[in-house]
């Protein structure tokens, strides 16, 4: 028998099956720690009389939308200034965006993992996106 390197992940279908676990834990936990965010403050929440000014709230949506999108192309022009082609830029809309939900999880470090796993497939040094 030969010796096999990797114990925990004898072969590749394995290790994409605890990439596509660690992915939807990633997810999940996301959605629990705003849930319980939001639990958290339901008595403050219940008891305040929300208005909606709809012309107000799609004007701000609008802004919204293109600070992200600002942002993503700027993130992207410095990851390309930094490394070598760099991301496509929708591409760096698509990263930002999803990364961007890993800040409401406790801990710092998420959201650089996140990008750090995203960028991969463009062969970006985790040292890059961290920096970036």
Not at 48 to 66: A, D, G, N, Q, T
Not at 114 to 127: D, F, G, M, Q, T
Request: charge should be positive.
């Amino acid at each position: 028998m030969g010796h096999r390197p990797f114990l925990f992940f004898p072969d590749l279908v394995a290790m994409k099956h605890v990439k596509t676990i660690l992915r939807w834990t990633f997810v999940i936990l996301t959605f629990a720690f705003l849930l319980v965010a939001l639990y958290s403050s339901w008595e403050e929440l219940s008891v305040y009389e929300f208005s909606l000014s709809w012309p107000l709230f799609l004007f701000s949506f609008l802004f919204l939308f293109v600070h992200f999108v600002l942002v993503a192309v700027a993130w992207a022009l410095l990851v390309r200034a930094l490394k070598k082609p760099g991301i496509p830029l929708l591409q760096a809309v698509r990263i930002r965006t999803i990364s961007d939900f890993a800040r409401f999880i406790p801990g710092k470090v998420w959201l650089i993992l996140a990008r750090v796993h995203l960028c991969k497939k463009y062969n970006i040094l985790p040292e890059v996106i961290a920096f970036s």
